[in-house]
C-alpha cells in the first residue's frame, strides 16, 4: 500500500510565504511524476506544480515565479514553496504522485493522492 502525508498548510497572511511538504511510504519501486494540486470551495481540482524524478518541473501560470518545486527521490519527499501569497490562493492543497510497486505479485503503476493540507490566505 502507498500514503502520500501532506503537512505545512494553514493560516498565512497575504503577500506572505508558505512550505507545503509531502512524504510517500510504502512499498515503493519507483516515484515517477510529483505534484500539488489544488481544490478551491466550489471549483475543480487543478494542478500547481509538478516535477518529474529528472527534474523537470512544470508550474501553472498562476504561481509561476512565486513558487518553487523540489523533490527529494531518496526520502520520496516533494516540497512546495510559496511567496507573495495572494487571498484566491485559499484552498485545499494535494499532493500527487505516479508510483510504480510490487505487490509481491506484480507490478503496478497508479496515481496517488494525499488527504490534503488547508492553505488559508488572509487578505
Known amino acids: 500500500q502507498v500514503q502520500l502525508v501532506e503537512s505545512g498548510g494553514g493560516l498565512v497572511q497575504a503577500g506572505g510565504s508558505l512550505r507545503l511538504s509531502c512524504a510517500a511510504s510504502?512499498?515503493?519501486?519507483?516515484?515517477?511524476?510529483m505534484g500539488w494540486y489544488r481544490q478551491a470551495a466550489g471549483k475543480p481540482r487543478e494542478l500547481v506544480a509538478a516535477?518529474?524524478?529528472?527534474?523537470?518541473?512544470n508550474y501553472a501560470d498562476f504561481v509561476r515565479g512565486r513558487s518553487t518545486i523540489s523533490r527529494d527521490n531518496a526520502k520520496k519527499t516533494v516540497l512546495l514553496e510559496m511567496n507573495s501569497l495572494k487571498s484566491e490562493y485559499t484552498a485545499l492543497y494535494y499532493c500527487?504522485?505516479?508510483?510504480?510497486?510490487?505487490?509481491?505479485?506484480?507490478?503496478?503503476?497508479?496515481?496517488?493522492w494525499g488527504q490534503g493540507t488547508q492553505v488559508t490566505v488572509s487578505s
Open positions: 500527487n504522485a505516479d508510483v510504480t510497486y510490487y505487490n509481491g505479485i506484480r507490478w503496478y503503476t497508479a496515481d496517488y
Open positions: 510504502g512499498s515503493i519501486f519507483r516515484i515517477q511524476a
Open positions: 516535477i518529474t524524478s529528472g527534474g523537470q518541473r
